[in-house]
């Protein structure tokens, strides 16, 4: 007898994840996982799906966007736009005969979840911040799995399916030990890594360019990752700071630093796990529902990080903390314990395989 294996076609899943790093990667990594499957994926046009997603699987486009501001006209053309791309989502489904769907969140899901549901098919959601967004509170009872990268959100979702799995991460930081040898860095040195995220962040930037000066004199190396859209960029000039507008291996900068200052999305907190790394956390105070506050008080109470909002830091706290923390060894080794603990390696593989247990299928 043929093995059914053999003359089984691929399961066909249609993936939804859009707009920042803290969306498409996590999806990415779990479509790595999902090789068996036949993938297309849905976005938004001019967001980084359009640079990272097209070499790797077909990109279908929905026109769909946030409301800014108050309520309003803006409610009236999101309601237009959501109808509109679940219909088009819809008509994709059925036509190209997908069998589920899988979001990572944002605007992009609430079309995906609804159009899929409509159609009987499973709906698997991914939740990697702390306090869920406003698309994964409204639509999570719709879905066939919620997938948390932090526990504490299942609180926020009393009505869905939920399971702690926490959040895929790229596979560079899966690696083993890598240098980042372009940056020439001394062994035996203090490195503090600063990262505000892919876009930077122009208030931590000038807080940190203050407070260097000091971090440079005690013996330390700052190695800065300042956004594309900050003017003072020249105004620090020393042999130790490095500056670039972003870094692409993140992986090793982050292996090798002694401490991270940064803002607190839940892709920044995960890699910190992952390679366990201590960090000074200012959320974004701007984030939606304040998310990243949430998020950074799930590593605080876990020992992992430092937790300062923006509004209360001066360069002067800024400063004084950090030199405290470089004198004292021991408590950065307790940080980078506690880090390594929130982490799940294998946190891909965990969502792959319930996607596959929904659709009825098995790796093979």
């Not at 926020?156 to 799995?165: E, I, Q, S």
């Not at 035996?188 to 990262?195: F, K, N, Y």
């Not at 021991?330 to 940080?335: K, Y």
Request: contains cysteine; proline residues 6%; charged residues 15%.
């Amino acid at each position: 007898m043929a093995d059914s294996h053999l003359n089984r076609k691929p399961h066909k899943l249609l993936i939804a994840a859009s707009g920042t790093g803290g969306h498409l990667f996590p999806a990415i990594a779990t479509a790595e996982q999902l090789s068996d499957y036949k993938i297309e994926w849905l976005g938004v046009p001019d967001r980084l799906e359009t640079e990272l997603v097209p070499q790797r699987y077909p990109l279908h486009m929905v026109r769909l966007g946030g409301v800014q501001g108050r309520l309003g006209l803006g409610i009236l053309r999101l309601l237009w736009q959501f109808l509109r791309s679940t219909l088009e989502v819809r008509q994709l489904l059925k036509k190209g005969s997908f069998q589920s769907v899988f979001t990572t969140g944002g605007y992009i899901a609430a079309p995906a979840i609804v159009a899929a549901r409509s159609l009987g098919l499973p709906a698997v959601l991914h939740e990697s911040n702390a306090l869920p967004g406003k698309v994964t509170r409204w639509l999570s009872p719709w879905c066939s799995l919620v997938a948390l990268g932090f526990a504490a959100a299942a609180r926020y979702l009393p009505r869905a399916k939920t399971l702690c799995v926490g959040t895929p991460v790229r596979q560079q930081f899966l690696s083993e030990i890598q240098t980042a040898s372009e940056l020439s860095l001394p062994e035996g040195v203090p490195v503090i890594l600063v990262v505000g995220g892919s876009q930077g962040a122009v208030a931590v930037n000038r807080l940190v360019r203050a407070a260097a000066p000091a971090w440079l004199e005690a013996g330390a190396w700052v190695v800065h990752q300042t956004g594309s859209s900050d003017p003072e960029t020249e105004s620090l000039v020393h042999p130790h700071y490095v500056h670039r507008p972003f870094y692409h291996n993140m992986a090793a900068l982050l292996q090798r630093a002694t401490l991270v200052i940064g803002r607190a999305g839940a892709g920044t907190l995960t890699e910190l796990a992952i390679t366990h790394t201590p960090a000074l956390l200012i959320p974004y105070p701007f984030a939606a529902d304040d998310h990243q506050a949430f998020n950074a008080a799930a590593f605080a109470e876990a020992g992992a990080a430092l937790v300062y909002r923006q509004a209360t830091l001066t360069a002067e706290q800024l400063q004084a903390q950090v030199l405290a923390l470089l004198q004292d060894r021991p408590r950065l080794d307790s940080m980078a314990a506690a880090a390594g603990s929130l982490a799940v390696k294998d946190s891909a593989q965990q969502l792959a395989e319930q996607i596959r247990q929904l659709n009825g299928s098995s790796a093979v």
